[in-house]
């Protein structure tokens, strides 16, 4: 066990990717990424209705490919030397399943059925019928199944169900349950899929399924008949309660030993959401604020219980017992897109160049793709770069980072983003700094959250793909928040987090805090807020205030 190896899994929005660690140092021994090849193809999607679906075929090879390139990268003697193996995923990603725990979409006559397919967690088609469990939680007459979670999101659980239970009567006849996208992968690895007796994490069933001690478990089977009475039939089916993501699930079957090139007594440890395991990477613990930053954001704390009796969290986006450390709530907000805002306007920008280019007779096709692909890989680089200058800074240039529906302080799915301020001297770096400084505004919105009901925060890590590539967006941010950032070492966060798990079951560690301490990594940047671009930015967050209202109640 000295030099015992584990596998962590991050499964993504467009892939996934797997490391191989030193449990006992945290050491990096080898990784790999492998793309959801279906997905890449924009197959099953449909973004003008806001459907995003992945086929799990592309969730089983990429599991395959991802762990066998790392164990090939970590040398030929890793795979003899790993104890365990755990993912996370993101979430909500729910999939109808049979009796057996098998994704409809892998069984006869499902197989194209996106409605048979795992709902990715951005996948918004279920907006109706949030609103509607939103609306039958404020009527039911007893308790309020939303209390811990506030507004119910069209990204989770049930909503996602009942959409599809209406729209495609097939798939309601035939699935029997429905599984979480982090929840299948311990099922599938150990055999254990059995979905009335399957492991299912505490962060997905309380985060995204209302799972709360207080209820005795899932929302009364009384109050989902009212919504349809297919979800008190899944209820009754849900089986034991949900458990912490660093439990043991079992051991890999001989077909999955196989397929990985690893031993059958190799662990299968639990899983979580995605965010939540890189939040457990960077070191969270009370009074620290995890920042995991990306195409959307989630803002993580941790409180203990008896700490937050009373409270109202209606602000926060939800709460779930033992979701993030064992023993402790976790907190959970976050804003519906920050990295998508700056792809978004990257694209804008590049239209005339993918529509107009290739009309061009002046130069060579093989010309325009390579000056497409030059211009795309320089576009948001040399936009930052302007953005350096303070002449860029308008501050009658106000952007709401809403352009994916907005989460906090309440969730609302319909609003959208709107610019002001614009002027015939506003240029494209101009607005991009504007859009950069939104985003930020919305960070702060979430973080006064916390602040609001006594969670301070003494510490504010940061991690994710913006967080590691844009020193420009986390210097505004830490300007905003007036508060130092500082971004996690690891580039590999969330599939270290697994890790974590992976060597808490395999018993390497007693705890996941014991593991944090020996596997956890350093930071590799500290953003340090400047003081007079604090306090400008605290005039113009009042107009972004004041923006953000006018919008939600005119428009």
């Known amino acids: 066990m000295r030099d015992a190896f584990v596998i962590g899994v991050d499964f993504g929005t467009d892939s996934a990717r797997a490391v191989v660690v030193d449990s006992t140092n945290g050491d990096l021994i080898g990784e790999q990424t492998a793309s959801f090849r279906r997905w890449s193809d924009g197959k099953y999607c449909d973004p003008a209705t806001n459907q995003f679906r992945q086929h799990p075929l592309d969730i089983m090879e990429s599991l395959e490919a991802s762990v066998r390139g790392a164990l090939r990268r970590a040398g030929s003697l890793a795979a003899t030397r790993v104890i365990g ?20 979409a892998i069984t006869q006559g499902f197989q194209e059925n996106p409605n048979a397919m795992f709902h990715l967690w951005k996948d918004h088609t279920a907006v109706r019928e949030a609103a509607e469990i939103n609306d039958a939680a404020c009527a039911w007459e007893g308790e309020d199944f939303t209390r811990f979670q506030g507004q119910y999101s069209s990204e989770w659980f049930w909503a996602k169900i009942l959409r599809t239970t209406r729209v495609d009567a097939s798939v309601r006849d035939a699935a029997w349950s429905w599984v979480e996208h982090c929840d299948w992968i311990p099922a599938l690895l150990s055999g254990a899929s059995d ?18 001690s207080a209820f005795g478990g899932l ?67 009370p009074n620290v604020l995890v920042k995991v930053i990306g195409t959307s954001t989630v803002d993580l704390m941790i409180a203990d219980s008896h700490f937050l009796e009373g409270k109202n969290l209606k602000e926060i986006c939800g ?24 792809r978004w306007y990257s694209d804008l920008l590049m239209w005339p160049i993918r529509e107009l280019l290739p009309l061009s007779k002046v130069i060579g096709e093989k010309k325009k793709e390579n000056l497409t692909q030059e211009i795309a890989k320089q576009l948001l680089a040399e936009l930052a770069r302007r953005c350096e200058d303070p002449s860029t800074d308008d501050p009658c240039l106000i952007a709401l980072d809403w352009l994916n529906g907005r989460r906090y302080p309440q969730l609302n799915e319909h609003v959208k983003a709107a610019i002001s301020g614009i002027h015939l001297g506003t240029g494209a770096p101009e607005l991009y700094k504007a859009l950069v400084v939104g985003a930020a505004f919305g960070s702060r919105r979430i973080m006064e959250s916390f602040v609001s009901v006594g969670l301070e925060t003494k510490r504010i890590f940061a991690m994710g ?67 007079s671009a604090a306090e400008r930015y605290n005039e113009q967050y009042k107009r972004f205030l004041l923006l953000g209202s006018f919008v939600e109640k005119e428009f």
């Open 85 to 104: 193996i755990a993912a996370d995923a993101t979430g909500s990603t729910p999939c109808p399943v049979t009796r057996q725990g098998v994704p409809l």
């Open 195 to 212: 979905p009335s007796r399957m492991y299912r994490c505490s962060c997905a069933a309380g985060h995204k399924a209302l799972w709360h």
């Open 219 to 285: 929302p009364a089977r009384e109050f989902l008949s009212t919504l349809h009475p297919y979800l008190a039939e899944l209820a009754a089916r849900y089986g034991a309660p949900p458990r912490p993501s660093d439990t043991l699930v079992g051991t890999l079957t001989h077909e999955w030993s196989e397929k990985l090139g690893l031993d059958t007594e190799v662990v299968v440890g639990g899983s979580s959401l995605d965010a939540h395991a890189g939040a457990v990477a960077a070191g969270i613990e």
């Open 319 to 342: 709460q779930a017992e033992d979701s993030i450390i064992p023993g402790f709530i976790g907190l959970e907000a976050g804003q519906a897109a920050f990295g998508d805002i700056f």
């Open 465 to 531: 793909g913006v967080a590691q590539k844009s020193p420009l967006i986390m210097q505004v941010l830490a300007d905003v928040l007036n508060r130092p950032i500082l971004v996690a070492g690891s580039t590999r966060s969330c599939a270290l987090g697994a890790a974590m798990y992976a060597a808490v079951a395999a018993g390497k560690h007693r705890r996941l805090q014991d593991a944090q301490a020996a596997m956890g990594r350093t930071t590799s940047a500290v953003f340090v807020p400047d003081r």
